[in-house]
Structures are given as structure tokens and as C-alpha cells.
């Protein structure tokens, strides 16, 4: 164990053989440490401090066919729902009082919702809570499209790569889709002046140690303010139904190399680590996690934006998954706070 730990003090220049060897290493004390390592330098930047974003899944139309996911527009079993501006706006009220300073809009790439529909809803958004910061995550756009929810208002945008691997990245997604669409959007993204977050599902059919080692040689070109990370679960309408579940300590292994490469990133405990594993979000933070997405979305329409099986939540009212994720931080040592939660810039540390 002792090379591996001596390594870590430079993960961020590790050669690829190292990288490789500390992705592939499961022997339960390099995890550990990894974690423990993991969480001082998580606290040098955020303390105990855990952000929240509210989120907003609004729509589950969906014009992709993504072979993992369960809203992919050839699951004719998925019941579609699209919320309305005004439904939406009751979501942040509600997610306002309720202490949230950030909601992010998640969706299906719905031609429904045209860019001049998403701009006036981010209008109106920013001007009932000028406090607050607006993500979208609403998938491929042109860049012109990025350009216009930026003019009006939008701060963040998440669009998760993936796979950084073009043969795996087809191996996942039917055309139209492509790696190079995907890393020609996040580029055009932080060109903008979005905050961006991009990341992979771990596990995910198909994927081997070298497609996450690319993953994080990715990362580290394209320097997200974000990275979102989860294993990935099969959904039983879909052609991956079969596949086995991705590892959940190899996610969290994954979380603590991430903060340790990326000691600034924000990085959630996601509902996909939560469904995994029952404790899966706080054994996330300690890994090095500092963000966790709880749901806002009305609680009649949470069933069926399924991306997964068994995902968690679907039935807790905004107000109880808030004071539940309160509970379950503040017993692992960490503290939710009112914030909008931005990237730590090197002079505010
Ligand atoms: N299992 C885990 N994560 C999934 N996602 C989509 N389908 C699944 C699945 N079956 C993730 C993708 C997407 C994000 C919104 O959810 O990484 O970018
Ligand atoms: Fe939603 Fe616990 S976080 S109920």
C-alpha cells in the first residue's frame, strides 16, 4: 500500500500507469485512505459545508434513445409528463423557503420546449429570485441555443459526457448522438461563461479501467466547475436491462480520486449513489463529495421521470427529502447550508 499512498500526494500529475493502478486498486485501506485524503482536502476549500440544488426534472419527453436510459424515446412503457412555466415557478417558491439557492432544470431533450419557451422561463426564474442561480441540463443544443439561456440568465449548465471514448461512446448511444457533439457542446459552454459540470456513470456496459482513466484525462482538459459521477443501473424497458449494476465502491473510490485531482470541483452525492446503497450519499461525502441534488419536482410526476430502477425519493414531499438530507449530512459530520454554492475561486479560499 505504501507506493500507492505516496503517489497521492501528486495525483493530479500522475503518470496514466498510476492512475490506472489506483482505479483498478480495491483493497479496502487504499480505499480509506483514498477517502480520508479525499475529505481533508475537501474541507481545505468547503469546510463541512454541504451545497443543495433543488431539482427541477421537468420534462421526461425525450427525442434521444440513449440504450441506458429509461425516458429513451423508444420506451413506449414510459408515461410522458411535461410540467408547466407556472408549476415550475411554484417548485421554486417553495424550494426558496425552503432554503434553496440553487434549482436546476433537468429534462429530456423535449423540442417542446424551444429555446425561446426555456428563456422565458429562466427570465422569470431569475426575476422572482435574483438569488438564486439557474442550471439547465437539457442536453445537446447549438451553440447559438447556449448562447441565448445564457443572454438570459442561465449560470450553470450540467451535460455529462459520459464516456470520453468514442468506440464506448457508441457503444452507449445510437446516432445521432457522438463524442464529438458532446465535447464540441461542453466547450462551447464554458466558452459562454456557463459554470459546467460534465462526468460519467460508473460501471457503465461496455466500459473498461482504461475508459475511466480517458475519462479523467478529459476532465482534466476540459476543467469543469462540476462532475457529476454515479453507477449506473439498469432500467428494465431498456436494451441494457440485463446488464449488471456499475460498483459502488468503485464510485467511491472514483469520488475521492476526483477530489484529489480536482481539489476545487463541486462534486454531488448522487440519487444514483443513493439508490445503490442506503448509506450511499453520506459514505459519498466522506469520500470527498460536497453536493447533494435532492428533489423539488412535484410529487406526482416523480415516479415516472425513471431514469433507473428503484431510484429513491419518488415518494417524499420537497420539504421531507430536504430535512431528511439535513438529518443524514449532520450525522455524518457535515452541515447543509443557504447558499448558492459556487465554485471556490483560488483567492476565496
Ligand atoms: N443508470 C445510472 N445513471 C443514468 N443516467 C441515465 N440513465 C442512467 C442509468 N440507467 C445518468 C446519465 C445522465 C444523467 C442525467 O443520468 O449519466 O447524464
Ligand atoms: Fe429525499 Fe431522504 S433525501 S427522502
Redesign the pocket.
Known sequence: MNTLIETLEQTQTLPDADLLALITDEREDVRLELSRRADRVRRQWYGADVYVRGLIEFTNYCKND?F????RRSNCKAERYRLTAEQILDCCDLGWELGYRTFVL?GGEDPWWTDEKVCALVRRIKTAHPDCAVTL?IGEKPRESYAAYRAAGADRY???H?TANEVHYRYLHPEPLSCANRKRCLRDLKELGFQVGA???VG?PGQKPEHLLEDLRFLQELQPDMI?I??????ND?P?RDEA??SFLLTLRLLSILRLMFPRVLLPA?T?LGTIHPLGRELGMQAGANVVMPNLSPVDVREKYK???NKICTGDEAAQCRSCLERRMERVGYRVVVDRGDVKKIQEK
Open positions: 440513449c441506458y436510459c429509461g425516458i433537468q441540463s450540467l451535460l455529462r459520459e462526468g460519467f456513470m457503465a457529476g454515479g453507477p449506473f443501473l439498469p432500467h431498456t441494457f449494476p456499475g448522487t444514483a431514469l433507473y430502477e
